[in-house]
C-alpha cells in the first residue's frame, strides 16, 4: 500500500496558520526542503516564513464564563492571572503582608492573598482551597 500523500511542489497553494495574520490563510509554496514544506508565501500579508503543519491555536472564542458568578467564588486562576511572578513573596509567618499580593507557601503552593483580615490574620487563596494564615507574628 503506498502513503498518498501528495508530493508538495513549488508554487503549490497549501492552507496554513499565519502568526501576522492570526488566521488560517492560503500559503504558496516557496521552498521544498527533503520532500517537506519548508518555506511559503502568505497571500494574505505578503510575508514569507516557514510552514508549520500545526493548527490554529484552540480559539479563545470559546470563553468559560458563569463558573465564577458573584463576587463570592474566588477563583485561583483568575486571581493568580493578575499577579506577576515578581509579586509573590516567601510565606513567613513572622512577616507583615499586609501590602503583598500574593505568597509562596511551602505546602500549599503559590497563593493570593484575598483580605487581610487583622494584623495576624490573612486570607489566602490557594489552588483548590482557602486558607487563614497567620502572619506578622512576633
Ligand atoms: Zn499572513
Redesign the pocket.
Known amino acids: 500500500m503506498a502513503t498518498v500523500v501528495p508530493k508538495p511542489e513549488i508554487g503549490k497553494e497549501v492552507e496554513a496558520y ?1 502568526n ?2 492570526k488566521s488560517e ?1 492560503v500559503h504558496v509554496v516557496t521552498k521544498i526542503k527533503d520532500n517537506v514544506i519548508n518555506k511559503v508565501f ?1 497571500k ?2 505578503n ?1 514569507t516564513h516557514s510552514y508549520k503543519n500545526a493548527k490554529a491555536p484552540t480559539s479563545k472564542t470559546t470563553k468559560k464564563t458563569g463558573t465564577t458568578r458573584g463576587r463570592r467564588s474566588k477563583n485561583w486562576n483568575t486571581l493568580m492571572s493578575e499577579v506577576s511572578q515578581d509579586e509573590v513573596v516567601d510565606y513567613d509567618i513572622r512577616k507583615d503582608f499586609t501590602d503583598v499580593r500574593a505568597i509562596q507557601h511551602k505546602s500549599f503552593g503559590v497563593g493570593c492573598i484575598t483580605k487581610v483580615m487583622d494584623v495576624t490574620k490573612i486570607e489566602v487563596v490557594f489552588e483548590g482551597e482557602l486558607k487563614i494564615l497567620v502572619h506578622n507574628w512576633q
Open positions: 499565519c501576522k495574520c490563510m502568505c494574505g500579508c510575508g
